[in-house]
């Protein structure tokens, strides 16, 4: 209506924001910790939550962006994946 994105829309590419920052984080940062980490408790029945993960791997999908951790080394590429991701959403 007003020609600004719906809230989901924000929420992706805030996703694939964050992401970027996580990617070019040193390795000694507990947040890039638990994000590289995988929990060695036994998995519940029933089938699996969605983890931040794979809401940002869905997200890198719909926009068309493979390989995503490589591209978002590069800051420069990643802003105009953002950017792009803005417009497709």
Do not use: H
């Not at 719906?6 to 694939?16: E, F, G, H, S």
């Not at 964050?18 to 507990?30: A, E, F, I, K, Q």
């Not at 931040?52 to 493979?66: A, Q």
Request: aromatic share 8%; net charge positive; charged share 35%.
């Amino acid at each position: 209506m007003y020609r600004k994105p719906n809230i989901v829309t924000t929420i992706k590419v805030r996703r694939l924001e964050w992401s970027g920052l996580l990617v070019r984080m040193s390795d000694d940062r507990t947040i890039k910790k638990v994000f590289q980490g995988k929990p060695d408790a036994r998995a519940k029945a029933g089938r699996p939550k969605l983890r931040w993960l794979d809401c940002t791997k869905n997200g890198m999908k719909s926009v068309g962006v493979k390989r995503w951790r490589k591209e978002a080394e590069g800051i420069f590429v990643w802003a105009v994946i953002q950017k792009e991701a803005l417009v497709e959403l």
